[in-house]
């Protein structure tokens, strides 16, 4: 049994963090931090958990982090957890600049943590086996993504997200992409961005060995227009992504699974772990560059 400290009492931290650990058979929730004191009371008492005031209180009170906070505030959480030995279960993005992430990576190395971030998709089998599957198979020339999502409707639990709101599509949904863009294709050399209507985001990324890949994001697609497709294209023909039939805390489930196996082993070889994480934070700080400058950036090796 892992004791598990939960900071965040959002819709996420409370629906999917707080219910996957809450139901884990090896994971022992000890407690809630949030910015919020009432809302992380009300979160507490739901899981029959205390209350804690300060973050390095819990922190010391268990033996991993489940963090689903905002990625400035994670990355600072999550520097402070890793130095005290604590492991890691962060989501993503993983921070909102490339020396946060960095910070991220040398504390987790520095204390020899284990660490995992949640990519939804990548927890759930379906995607999982068809990621393997694909870049096993080798041989892709391209792919496109889409994913148009609207969250800012009323009624939706992100709708009044200030970080969303301040970093849009890009950031938010744009991990997701890289998530299984970058297994399949290989690491992202060069990055151009543009931008269109609705907080429309479309990307261009040449992969290594040359391969291509476009991507068009955003939050704020009129309802009827939401949708998701993700489609390559190569030397064995088309595939194309399959849905994800878990839910999302299911899925966390997975990533509390993939975690804990990560310390029983003693390996820190996870291939969602904070060095993923912040090759996808140096892709999307890469894209807010090109977007601003109108220009094409090339990534370093």
């Given at each position: 049994?892992?004791?598990?400290?939960?900071?965040?009492?959002?819709?996420?931290?409370?629906?999917?963090?707080?219910?996957?650990?809450?139901a884990?058979?090896?994971?022992?929730?000890?407690?809630?931090?949030?910015?919020?004191?009432?809302?992380?009371?009300?979160?507490?008492?739901?899981y029959?958990?205390?209350?804690?005031?300060?973050?390095?209180?819990?922190?010391?009170?268990?033996?991993?982090?489940?963090?689903?906070?905002?990625?400035?505030?994670?990355?600072?959480?999550?520097?402070?957890?890793?130095?005290?030995?604590?492991?890691?279960?962060?989501?993503?993005?993983?921070?909102?600049?490339?020396?946060?992430?960095?910070?991220?990576?040398?504390?987790?190395?520095?204390?020899?943590?284990?660490?995992?971030?949640?990519f939804?998709?990548?927890?759930?089998?379906?995607?999982?086996?068809?990621?393997?599957?694909?870049?096993?198979a080798?041989?892709?020339?391209?792919?496109?993504?889409?994913?148009?999502?609207?969250?800012?409707?009323?009624?939706?639990?992100?709708?009044?997200?200030?970080w969303?709101?301040?970093?849009?599509a890009?950031?938010?949904?744009?991990?997701?992409?890289?998530?299984i863009?970058?297994p399949?294709?290989?690491?992202?050399?060069?990055?151009?961005?543009?931008?269109?209507?609705?907080?429309?985001?479309?990307?261009?990324?040449?992969?290594?060995g040359?391969?291509?890949?476009?991507?068009?994001?955003?939050?704020?697609?009129?309802?009827a227009?939401?949708?998701?497709?993700?489609?390559?294209?190569?030397?064995?023909?088309?595939?194309?992504l399959?849905?994800?039939?878990?839910?999302?805390?299911?899925?966390?489930?997975v990533?509390?699974?993939?975690?804990?196996?990560?310390?029983?082993?003693?390996?820190?070889?996870?291939?969602?772990?904070?060095?993923?994480?912040?090759?996808?934070v140096?892709?999307?700080?890469?894209?807010?560059?090109?977007?601003?400058?109108?220009?094409?950036?090339?990534?370093?090796?």
């Open positions: 049994m892992m004791r598990f400290g939960l900071f965040g009492t959002g819709h996420w931290a409370a629906q999917t963090h707080g219910a996957a650990l809450d884990h058979p090896r994971a022992e929730l000890v407690g809630v931090w949030g910015r919020n004191r009432d809302r992380a009371a009300a979160l507490a008492t739901r029959g958990v205390p209350a804690y005031d300060e973050v390095d209180a819990l922190i010391e009170a268990c033996e991993a982090v489940a963090v689903a906070l905002p990625p400035d505030v994670q990355a600072e959480l999550a520097v402070r957890a890793a130095t005290s030995g604590r492991h890691l279960l962060l989501d993503k993005p993983l921070a909102l600049t490339v020396a946060d992430a960095d910070r991220v990576v040398d504390a987790a190395a520095g204390s020899g943590v284990a660490s995992v971030v949640f939804t998709a990548r927890y759930q089998p379906e995607v999982a086996g068809f990621v393997a599957a694909t870049a096993a080798g041989g892709w020339h391209t792919a496109n993504v889409i994913r148009f999502a609207s969250i800012f409707q009323p009624g939706s639990p992100y709708a009044q997200s200030p969303r709101r301040e970093r849009g890009l950031w938010d949904i744009g991990p997701h992409a890289l998530a863009l970058l399949v294709l290989g690491r992202v050399t060069r990055v151009s961005a543009g931008d269109g209507p609705g907080g429309l985001v479309h990307l261009l990324l040449t992969h290594d040359g391969a291509t890949s476009s991507v068009a994001l955003t939050l704020d697609a009129p309802p227009a939401v949708a998701a497709e993700f489609t390559f294209y190569g030397d064995n023909g088309v595939e194309t399959p849905s994800g039939g878990a839910s999302s805390a299911t899925a966390f489930g990533a509390i699974d993939q975690l804990l196996a990560e310390v029983d082993a003693g390996t820190r070889d996870h291939r969602c772990d904070v060095r993923f994480g912040r090759e996808v140096s892709v999307l700080a890469a894209a807010e560059t090109a977007r601003a400058q109108g220009t094409v950036i090339d990534l370093p090796s």
